[in-house]
T-cell receptor
């Protein structure tokens, strides 16, 4: 039982490049989330998915797209990376709106 | 517009004493509240939660208090231990909607 896994752990991109962050959970949770953490800003919700096949915007969705591929997997895509997207990205899962595990994070730098 | 606010960026408490972390929220639709703890270079870990039908929930050294009329909650840790030094995030959700919003965090330091 691995909880929530994320890949990659680290990534450096040039401005304009694209990439997809992968997330998977083995908790059989319906809800999954993507957050970004920046100094002094806490954890800000990018997108969330209440169930397989549904996704909704969070607080800071601009510049991102998501896919809820199945119940286990929820990916985050940056189509054209910008320096403002330099951050640590966390994926999480939960039973609807309740406490659940986070992944270890992806540290992304955009040059 | 921050819906969940943690107005104290940092807090220092002596080992063995009580740590009190505070959190305010603005959205009256929130009906479920959570606290997470985060160590450097790790993902946050869930600590304790409380539903809006309660005003207190206790789990070992951790107690969360909810004051709905004031839209305020607090986390009490007693006694504080060195391993409690971490960043603590308050979060809130409308439980039927799955969306969980976090505050900006409070860095707790436990001094000897």
């Amino acid at each position: 039982n691995a909880g929530v896994t994320q890949t990659p752990k680290f990534q450096v991109l040039k401005t304009g490049q694209s990439m997809t962050l992968q997330c998977a959970q083995d908790m059989n949770h319906n809800s999954m989330y993507w957050y970004r953490q920046d100094p002094g800003m806490g954890l800000r919700l990018i997108y969330y998915s209440a169930s397989e096949g549904t996704t909704d915007k969070g607080e800071v969705p601009n510049g991102y797209n998501v896919s809820r591929l199945n119940k286990r997997e929820f990916s985050l895509r940056l189509e054209s990376a910008a320096p403002s997207q330099t951050s640590v990205y966390f994926c999480a899962s939960s039973v609807e709106g309740e406490g659940g595990p986070f992944g270890p994070g992806t540290r992304l730098t955009v040059l | 517009d921050q819906q969940v606010k943690q107005n104290s960026p940092s807090l220092s408490v002596q080992e063995g004493r009580i740590s009190i972390l505070n959190c305010d929220y603005t959205n009256s639709m929130f009906d479920y509240f959570l606290w997470y703890k985060k160590y450097p270079a790790e993902g946050p870990t869930f600590l304790i939660s409380i539903s809006s039908i309660k005003d207190k929930n206790e789990d070992g050294r951790f107690t969360v208090f909810l004051n709905k009329s004031a839209k305020h909650l607090s986390l009490h840790i007693v006694p504080s231990q060195p391993g409690d030094s971490a960043v603590y995030f308050c979060a809130a959700s409308v439980s039927s909607a799955s969306k969980i919003i976090f505050g900006s965090g409070t860095r707790l330091s436990i001094r000897p």
